[in-house]
């Protein structure tokens, strides 16, 4: 029975969906200025494995991830370039679902964006209003009243007096006090706006989450997710925002993935230390990337440095090595490795300990694959089962091994070369490898091992390991 840690309540209990079979999820997504970043990226994996899980456990899922295309980082960017906001934000949400399609993160059931939702918003603005949770401003803004609403702090365990303590009204602002948040705002000149009843003028962030989500999931649902820098004050202030309109119970169960740090620091761009995942993609394969990033349990820190990417390289690497050559089978047997892959992930999503799971089956199909390639086959049925259920082990082992990701399916990601700085990948083409090997082979017969041994160093080099077996040589790139 799958148990998940609720941030809501601190501590791990058994998932019981609000309506039996079915989860309703939410799922924090990008505000599209720029390219997705390491910390986007686990956020859509993180979720992605969630969801596929969820759905593999027999649950309907709905799964509805929101793309934030107006706010202050839009309109300055847009700005910046000198072009109409909504033209940047479909530049972004191209090149987001393109890094998204790469990492195998199937697409969510929606993707609400914020400007096709401004009737819902100033709905429920209006019902914040008339319940007395809001209040308009005189030069048009609104802000909500985090006095009005008891529960303020339930997820973040902050109390509104020592958030007081710190905090002041700005010059300028219109709030009441120095903890009101803004749900609309008075549009300043040459800036997007929208029609309201108390002026022309734009959401705020916050309330754009609360109206797209209860429209889409309902006034309560299972699952409320995101990266943990988004507990306070946005998720905090979507409680405050959907219970006060609603006067119902918002989420069930809220899961924060933990931050990425870069080299054992936080990432941020201030430090410089700043990537995004084409930069990434670069140097390293997708599912590479997605790996690495199951490597740790969600809510754990996931600290980004070329050490751990070569070890998922090296990881996948030996897995693809036992799927080789293996015929298509159905997934029979390996019931044990299944019964412990599922307590694994039963277990808050624990991936790191899935991924051991899988090892242990890799070592079964080696030791098995030499006598009895059925058996071997069918494991790797299952290896490949519950690798998908990760979002892994979406491409065939041949092309893995000899650097090309051809991704059919699910993961979309097609012909794209694992292109790594040093290791002289694509110096060589497949069939000037096959020709060295043939010329190595006839070598070798000829028990000129000099020659031989003076192939395999040349490919070596190359960035090419050759294994010779009973079947012949076969190669990968290293």
């Not at 902050?158 to 803004?182: H, N, Q, T, Y």
């Not at 003076?454 to 076969?474: C, H, M, N, V, W």
Request: glycine share 8%; net charge negative.
């Amino acid at each position: 029975m799958l148990k998940l840690y609720n941030d809501l309540t601190n501590r791990k209990e058994t998932f019981q969906p609000l309506q039996a079979g079915k989860v309703r999820m939410y799922v924090c997504g990008m505000t599209v200025y720029d390219l997705c970043h390491l910390g986007h990226a686990r956020v859509m994996v993180v979720f992605d494995v969630a969801y596929r899980y969820l759905r593999a456990s027999g649950y309907d899922v709905t799964y509805i991830r929101n793309i934030t295309d107006i706010d202050d980082k839009i309109i300055n960017r847009a700005n910046e370039k000198g072009v109409p906001f909504t033209e940047l934000t479909e530049q972004f949400i191209q090149a987001m679902h393109e890094d998204a399609d790469a990492l195998g993160v199937l697409r969510p059931s929606d993707e609400p964006k914020a400007t096709r939702h401004m009737d819902e918003i100033l709905q429920m603005i209006a019902r914040l209003i008339e319940k007395g949770h809001a209040y308009a401003a005189e030069n048009g803004d609104v802000y909500y009243d985090v006095r009005s609403f008891s529960d303020y702090g339930k997820l973040s365990g902050k109390s509104i007096e020592d958030l007081r303590a710190g905090a002041r009204v700005e010059p300028g602002d219109a709030k009441r006090d120095p903890l009101d948040f803004a749900l609309w705002k008075a549009a300043k000149p040459q800036e997007p706006a929208w029609d309201s009843p108390w002026s022309r003028g734009r959401p705020g962030w916050h309330i754009e989450c609360s109206a797209m989500s209860t429209t889409a999931l309902g006034d309560s649902f299972d699952i409320h997710g995101g990266g943990a820098d988004l507990t306070f004050p946005h998720h905090e202030n979507e409680i405050a925002q959907s219970e006060g309109a609603t006067g119902h119970p918002f989420v069930k169960y809220w899961m924060h993935n933990g931050f990425v740090r870069i080299n054992d620091e936080k990432m941020s761009k201030s430090l410089g230390n700043f990537f995004t995942v084409r930069e990434i993609l670069a140097h390293y394969r997708a599912e590479e990337v997605r790996y690495f990033i199951l490597t740790s349990q969600y809510r754990s820190p996931l600290n980004y440095d070329t050490e751990h990417l070569d070890n998922a390289r090296a990881a996948l690497t030996r897995i693809y090595t036992a799927l080789r050559g293996l015929p298509e089978a159905g997934a029979t047997g390996g019931e044990r490795y299944v019964s412990r892959f599922r307590d694994a992930m039963d277990d808050d999503f624990n991936t790191p300990e899935a991924l051991a799971v899988l090892f242990d089956l890799v070592r079964e199909i080696n030791r098995v694959k030499a006598s009895d390639v059925e058996s071997a086959a069918s494991l790797g049925g299952v290896l490949r089962e519950l690798g998908d259920m990760l979002g892994i082990l979406q491409d065939d082992p041949e092309a893995f091994l000899k650097g090309r990701s051809v991704i059919t399916g699910s993961g979309n990601l097609a012909a794209q070369p694992a292109n790594v700085a040093g290791t002289g990948v694509g110096k060589y083409s497949d069939d000037h490898i096959d020709a060295l090997i043939e010329k190595r082979t006839m070598a070798k017969k000829e028990k000129n091992w000099p020659e031989a041994d003076r192939i395999r160093d040349e490919l070596k080099t190359a960035g090419i390991a050759l294994e010779d077996g009973p079947q012949g040589t076969t190669w990968r790139r290293i």
